[in-house]
């Protein structure tokens, strides 16, 4: 017999529980919780809830309240052990309703998928404006000049994977460095990435001038979605899918990949450095620039392959022969 709740309460004499189960019930209201100070995981998804409340277990760590009525997150700042919040299939609609978010220190997974997250019609373009990067510039504000990628470019451009004969000199030079660029910051990730952790700017975009009034008005909204992002410090996997904005705008994924270099995972895809620098030469260079450098990368990883085969088999014919001696 499974008995529906509609309320939280005799829960006095548990104060060494560690995990709660209140989904699935037709509970309103979260109360009655401030005894649980051992709680590490919190589970009311499936409920009636419509306000964020009264959660004052400040060693959670896992918080599930998907399929609920919230319009806003809140009253949430103070948990500063929460790795996980999951609160898909709500009622959320503005980007402002998730700004408590920013304040989870240790916020790892944040999954806000199926909600109605969409672009309003507040004008911020002015605001916003002065956090996009206007100009080109390379991954570390530094010369990348590495002559050994040099030479692979020159070497590639000549096999016809990155230009054609009839492409002018000055253009080749600049694809050089674009792609030069994007080598430099794919063979020093770890670094780039910690050099990027504390960057509001949003670098990487198509240009924003030649965009008409409709097509600005949801890359402004993307940007601050993206800047809200930037402030979670330790997020690693991101669900967003399912909400309006994410069929509005063109790109989203390669927008969020892009900008927001520390996530490991969006929605179903696992995020690699080699899809963030392709990721950004999309939105700076278009396709075309995407799957020259994506050819690049293949050839970069037949060659570690074929390497690594080579001294394998050395390493095979070198112990043949030891043994043979012996």
């Known amino acids: 017999y499974y008995e529906i709740l509609s309320y939280v309460n ?6 060494n529980l560690k995990c709660l189960f209140l989904n699935n ?23 009636d809830i419509s306000t964020i409340e009264n959660i004052n277990c400040s060693s959670i760590v896992i918080l599930n309240l998907s399929n609920n ?10 948990l500063k052990f929460l790795e996980k919040l999951n609160i898909s299939n709500n ?11 920013t304040h989870l220190e240790s916020l790892t997974h944040l999954d806000i998928s199926n909600n109605l997250l969409n672009i309003t019609d507040e004008g911020k373009t002015q605001k916003l404006s002065d956090y996009v990067e206007k100009g080109y510039e390379n991954c570390s504000g530094e010369k990348c000049n590495i002559s050994e990628i040099k030479n692979e470019l020159k070497q590639t451009s000549t096999e ?61 909204f993307l940007c601050e979605f993206i800047l809200l992002l930037k402030k979670i410090k330790n997020l690693k996997t991101l669900f967003v ?24 995972f969006l929605d179903d ?58």
């Open 91 to 101: 009622l959320i609609e503005n980007i402002e309703d998730l700004n408590e978010v």
């Open 160 to 220: 016809g994977s990155t230009t054609c004969s009839n492409t002018p000199i000055t253009e080749q030079n600049e694809d050089s460095k674009i792609f030069e660029m994007y080598l430099y910051y794919y063979e020093n990730f770890k670094d780039e990435i910690v050099k990027e952790k504390n960057c509001y700017t949003i670098k990487y975009h198509p240009n924003v001038e030649t965009m008409d009034q409709p097509n600005k008005k949801k890359f402004f």
């Open 269 to 326: 895809q696992k995020i690699k450095k080699e899809n963030i620098c392709l990721a950004r030469v999309f939105l700076k260079h278009g396709k075309i620039a995407e799957n020259e450098l994506q050819k690049l990368f293949a050839k970069k990883k037949n060659e570690k392959y074929k390497n690594l085969t080579e001294k394998f088999h050395s390493f095979l014919l070198s112990r043949s022969e030891k043994q043979k001696e012996t």
């Open 69 to 78: 009525k919230i319009k806003k997150i809140s009253n949430l700042k103070h």
């Open 241 to 264: 899918k399912n909400n309006p904005f994410v069929n509005k705008i063109r790109h989203v994924p390669k927008y969020l990949i892009a900008n927001v270099p520390h996530l490991l």
């Open 10 to 15: 005799n829960l006095l004499t548990f104060t």
């Open 25 to 47: 019930n037709c509970i309103k209201k979260i109360e009655n919780l401030n005894d649980l100070n051992k709680l590490k995981a919190l589970y009311l998804q499936n409920n």
